[in-house]
């Protein structure tokens, strides 16, 4: 259906920031939630922040809030995850994902990327 290609991470020091993208291939149809999820070792996969690609609803954790900016780009079927004052407990996998209904909880989410290192130092 949908196929998602994340990249844009990187090792970064605190306060430093990086951007994420997310690259859709396929149909993205209207209904859909774009989001963004992370798994660091030992943890379970959270939820970061996602949007809505028909309304642009935007939904994030609240550790990101203030910090994290999710967006997107409809014409190139492209979701960007903007990270600033990035922190240690920031550092994970980081995954681009595709669902319905529920904008925030991952077992609503079925297509998945292969995800992006994101290392913060310090």
């Known amino acids: 259906q949908v196929q998602l290609q994340e990249s844009g991470g990187g090792l970064v020091q605190a306060g430093d920031s990086l951007r994420l993208s997310c690259a859709a291939s396929g149909r993205i149809f209207s209904i859909l939630n774009i989001g963004w999820f992370r798994q660091a070792p030992g943890k379970e996969r959270e939820f970061v922040a996602s949007?809505?690609?028909?309304?642009?609803?935007?939904y994030y954790v609240d550790s990101v809030k203030g910090r994290f900016t999710i967006s997107k780009d409809n014409t190139r079927n492209t979701i960007l995850l903007q990270m600033n004052n990035l922190e240690f407990e920031d550092t994970a996998v980081y995954y681009c994902a595709a669902g319905w209904p529920a904008p925030t909880n991952a077992r609503d989410f079925r297509s998945w990327g292969q995800g992006t290192q994101v290392t913060v130092s310090s």
């Open positions: 949007i809505n690609w028909s309304t642009g609803r935007t």
